[in-house]
């Protein structure tokens, strides 16, 4: 079964570096998002992704994240001076059609931790 | 602003015996909702969803229920089995740009 792949799968970093996560999105979807899970708490949405665009982002997804499709198959989100609080478990997703409906599809997620 | 609620975080069933997990919003725009359950270490997997044109849909030994007049859906898992032991997610698709999740109910089935 066609899934997202997402790398790393851990990423221990000290805060104030750069951060980039990476997905390989599901070939035929065109919808792509980037979720969080902070530890114990819910998956928060930070951005979803279409035709090479951003079409809607949360109050999380401030100026020290971006996203992009650098290649046309990688997916990748970017935090440009990590916090503390930017430790969390970061989920890609993409949405898959199934009877007209949307599913969304995540990876099996990255651990980033900052120190 | 939390338009998706799970008001319990864990539940305990027995074995052989019916999960019921609750879900409420807020969002009378939301028109399709999913399920998903995460083990520890991986992503979210996709379990069931409903339409709001339908008020149940079953699938082998999970049905959802949804009453949109109440705001409510409920996953009702019969017979539970161990490895349904889970956090299961309740989420909400308005336009397709954002999914809306729960914080999540912690499922585990008692042998």
């Known amino acids: 079964e066609p899934e997202v792949t997402q790398t790393p799968s851990h990423q221990v970093t000290q805060m104030g570096q750069e951060v980039i996560l990476r997905c390989v999105p599901i070939s035929n979807h065109l919808y792509f998002y980037w979720y969080r899970q902070i530890l114990g708490q819910k998956v928060e949405f930070l951005v979803s992704f279409y035709n090479n665009e951003i079409s809607e982002k949360s109050e999380i997804f401030d100026d020290q994240f971006s996203v992009e499709r650098p290649d046309g198959s990688n997916f990748t989100l970017k935090i440009r001076s990590t916090k503390l609080e930017d430790s969390a478990m970061y989920f890609c997703?993409?949405?898959?059609?199934?009877?007209?409906?949307?599913?969304?599809?995540f990876g099996a997620g990255s651990r980033l931790t900052v120190l | 602003d939390q338009q998706v609620k799970q008001n319990s975080p864990s539940l305990s069933v027995q074995e052989g015996r019916i999960s019921i997990l609750n879900c409420d919003y807020t969002?009378?725009?939301?028109?399709?909702f999913l399920w998903y359950k995460k083990y520890p270490a991986e992503g979210p997997t996709f379990l069931i969803s409903?339409?709001?044109?339908?008020d149940k849909n079953e699938d082998g030994r999970f049905t959802v229920f949804l009453n949109k007049s109440a705001k409510h859906l409920s996953l009702h898992i019969v017979p539970s089995q161990p490895g349904d032991s889970a956090v299961y997610f309740c989420?909400?698709?308005?336009?397709?740009?954002?999914?809306?999740f729960g914080t999540g109910t912690s499922l585990t089935v008692i042998p």
């Open positions: 989420a909400a698709d308005g336009d397709g740009n954002q999914f809306y």
């Open positions: 997703a993409t949405v898959d059609d199934r009877a007209g409906a949307n599913v969304l599809t």
């Open positions: 409903i339409s709001s044109i339908k």
């Open positions: 969002n009378s725009m939301f028109d399709y």
